[in-house]
């Protein structure tokens, strides 16, 4: 009696690094399938960053500090708010845009019978390239502040910058996906990413310009401990270009992303159980 071979089992559970390095490689193909819309968008982009920098420098001619923000220290800002939104744009905002499309034309249906976390397929299948020029741009930006700001730069404020960069990118994140799961009861929902961009619009400037009057303490109050969105890019730009000074302020940023992640967890769930495949 011959004894069989045994096969090499096959691990189930999806590699999702391998995964996703197979959408940015699909991803780049279809960028280089439309060159010149990819080089459009970057050209774009440069300008508009051009732009924002040549307007708060003719404004530093003009006032020596933006609050307590210095002119290298804005920049440091500036560069890390366009970080935080150049990632969360190149990798998810594509995806979650696509998400009522998915749902209209039944396409989700297909997601979900893939062996592979819904939110993890949905989230990351397509990456907009010519975004990663902004990161570029951001981070040569950044450099140029840091070089010129007196504070050292230690391994433990890198550390936390980019954590603090990632919870900004999280942040953004949820709030989007939350906004992207409404789809399912909704149908299209273009006027919900305008308000996303509405709110988020608050977060370009630090902190500590929304005071002096009642109504700026109110919008700095609720969107620092109710929706902290003047805290996802003020906490690292701070931590990187003055140091770490408030510990009230980086805990109600990290705990507050954290909350909004497993709230868009699991109204992102709540949704899918809620949609009626095309074939039912």
């Not at 210095?70 to 990632?87: D, K, Q, S, V």
């Not at 990351?124 to 070089?147: I, P, R």
């Not at 003020?234 to 003055?242: E, G, S």
Request: proline content about 4%; hydrophobic content about 55%; aromatic content about 18%.
């Amino acid at each position: 009696m011959t004894e069989r071979a045994s096969l090499p089992s096959r691990d189930p559970r999806p590699h999702y690094l391998r995964v996703w390095l197979t959408f940015l490689r699909n991803s780049l193909v279809r960028e280089m399938s439309f060159r010149s819309n990819f080089l459009i968008t970057v050209v774009t982009r440069a300008f508009w960053f051009a732009a924002q920098l040549t307007l708060f420098e003719i404004i530093y001619r003009n006032v020596p500090t933006i609050a307590d923000w210095r002119r290298e220290e804005y920049f440091a800002f500036m560069a890390t708010g366009m970080l935080i939104n150049a990632i969360v744009e190149a990798f998810f905002m594509p995806n979650c845009a696509n998400f009522s499309e998915l749902i209209r034309t039944g396409n989700l249906d297909f997601a979900l019978v893939k062996p592979i976390d819904t939110q993890f397929l949905i989230s990351f299948e397509k990456v907009d390239l010519a975004m990663l020029n902004q990161v570029l741009l951001a981070t040569v930006l950044l450099g140029y502040a840091l070089a010129r700001l007196p504070l050292e730069l230690t391994l433990v404020r890198v550390l936390l910058y980019v954590f603090y960069l990632a919870v900004g990118v999280t942040f953004f994140y949820s709030l989007m996906l939350i906004l992207a799961s409404t789809s399912v009861w909704f149908g299209r929902n273009q006027g919900l990413y305008d308000f996303w961009f509405y709110i988020t619009v608050f977060a370009r400037y630090p902190r500590d310009i929304y005071g002096g009057s009642p109504a700026g303490f109110w919008l700095q109050w609720v969107f620092t401990f109710v929706v902290p969105i003047l805290l996802v890019v003020t906490v690292p730009a701070r931590i990187i270009a003055k140091g770490f000074a408030d510990w009230r302020f980086s805990a109600i940023a990290a705990a507050g992303t954290a909350v909004t992640f497993l709230l868009a967890r699991s109204v992102f769930n709540w949704s899918l159980k809620s949609y009626r495949s095309a074939s039912s």
